[in-house]
């Protein structure tokens, strides 16, 4: 943490993390995973796969992991006679939880929490750690930084139990072990050795963060090397592919046989990639063709649910740093090209899912980081320049876009997560 100790604007993360963690605390102890239709309904947090996980820690704390292969088993009552795991998710977050529960002999959701919360700690600095990494500027660092912190992204689902907070905290990590990979003088083959166990831990986390890392590791391939297949890739599709081997043999041990488990997950991917409805899969929502058009526009869409600042300002913003990048940064325009070809992988191949599910905007969560570190500066120095040369077109513009961001972040983030859902809340 040397940055930390450098920063000039060390007080400000101090003051930020005072804010963001008395808050998501509040919530952990307050805000029940049951209030799943409102103040964890998968934008606040996700109630609905938390309660799930709680459910597998019931099932594992009283009847022990081998019955179900170490699967979880949703909807789980101490008096329920038949039990039936969950087959279609890797299983290792409700593993973990099972664990907690085992250690503290407890299934109440704040001690189920402790590990979780200690992780989040952690995390909250290792965003900033890979921020200033990539940008080497400790003003970026700190904007962008506080764009996902002061925000839904961090404060509502760092003390996630199901996927989430793992997924996302070991994405930072093998961000930024691609990141001083390829910008290292000398590249290090051996900086793929943790990718490769987080790549292994990452499928069978989520099937969201794999798909990430691969397209991102393939983008730093193909933009930086100009080849596609490379002991880069190569070897992390390979550990994509060993882990995902894993979660369907301990599939294939519970089902009894390879064709069964094969033919659930396929059912599976059928729905969540092109919304075809199966046995056990039914649709939550109308998912067709003319979905597909609309799933650019959930991405900015969504942001002001899940960060600080609205989709649609993003964008402009983006195209700033963009065109100052492309100009003058050539490597740093095409580490966020990689990122953003990241960010969007999930939409396509599992369609479904993305359409349906808010929470997929957090895959844009270090691209978004590092626009808005870069752009926010650069947004002041042109409203400023545009008020100092009296170009009050330019500046009557300016003005609007920060109110309308200003606006945004209140009605969206301030209200809603620090307020209503947060310091506020009067539960169910």
């Not at 590791?217 to 930086?224: D, E, K, P, Q």
Request: proline share 3%; with cysteine; glycine share 6%.
């Amino acid at each position: 943490m040397n940055f930390l100790i450098d920063s000039p604007y060390k007080k400000y993360i101090y003051i930020l993390f005072a804010i963001c963690f008395s808050v998501l605390v509040y919530r952990a102890f307050n805000v029940s995973v049951y209030d799943s239709g409102r103040a964890r309904n998968q934008i606040y947090g996700d109630g609905y796969s938390d309660i799930n996980t709680i459910s597998s820690a019931k099932f594992f704390l009283d009847s022990g992991f081998t019955q179900t292969v170490f699967l979880p088993v949703h909807d789980y009552y101490p008096n329920l006679i038949q039990t039936k795991a969950y087959t279609h998710y890797p299983a290792l977050p409700n593993i973990l939880t099972g664990l907690y529960a085992v250690v503290f002999n407890s299934v109440s959701e704040p001690v189920l929490r402790i590990i979780p919360m200690l992780l989040a700690i952690i995390f909250f600095f290792l965003i900033f750690k890979v921020l200033h990494q990539i940008t080497q500027n400790h003003q970026q660092t700190l904007v962008g930084g506080a764009s996902i912190l002061l925000a839904c992204y961090y404060i509502c689902w760092a003390d996630n139990l199901h996927q989430h907070l793992y997924g996302e905290m070991l994405k930072w990590i093998y961000v930024s072990l691609l990141f001083a990979y390829y910008f290292k003088p000398k590249r290090n083959k051996l900086y793929f050795i943790p990718m490769w166990v987080i790549m292994l831990l990452q499928v069978n986390i989520s099937f969201e963060q794999p798909v990430y890392l691969g397209i991102l590791t393939l983008a730093f391939s193909v933009l930086f090397d100009r080849k596609i297949f490379s002991y880069e890739t190569i070897t992390a599709g390979l550990f994509v592919g060993i882990g995902f081997g894993l979660h369907i043999y301990q599939n294939a041990i519970y089902f009894g046989g390879w064709d069964l488990a094969i033919k659930d997950l396929k059912e599976a991917f059928l729905f969540r990639s092109a919304g075809v409805e199966t046995a056990g899969q039914i649709a939550e929502d109308e998912f067709g063709l003319s979905s597909y058009w609309q799933i650019p526009f959930t991405w900015f869409n969504r942001m002001e649910r899940f960060y600080m600042f609205p989709g649609w300002a993003f964008v402009i913003i983006a195209y700033w740093v963009f065109v100052e990048l492309k100009a003058n940064n050539k490597k740093m325009y095409k580490v966020l090209l990689a990122l953003f070809f990241a960010s969007v992988a999930w939409s396509f191949f599992m369609a479904q899912h993305a359409y349906i599910h808010t929470f997929t905007n957090k895959h844009f969560a270090v691209f978004y980081a590092l626009i808005m570190g870069m752009g926010l500066p650069m947004f002041y120095q042109k409203m400023k320049g545009a008020y100092l040369q009296k170009q009050r077109v330019g500046f009557v513009f300016y003005l609007l876009l920060a109110t309308y961001m200003f606006a945004m972040f209140i009605t969206q983030q301030v209200i809603p997560v620090f307020i209503q859902f947060g310091i506020a809340y009067k539960g169910v």
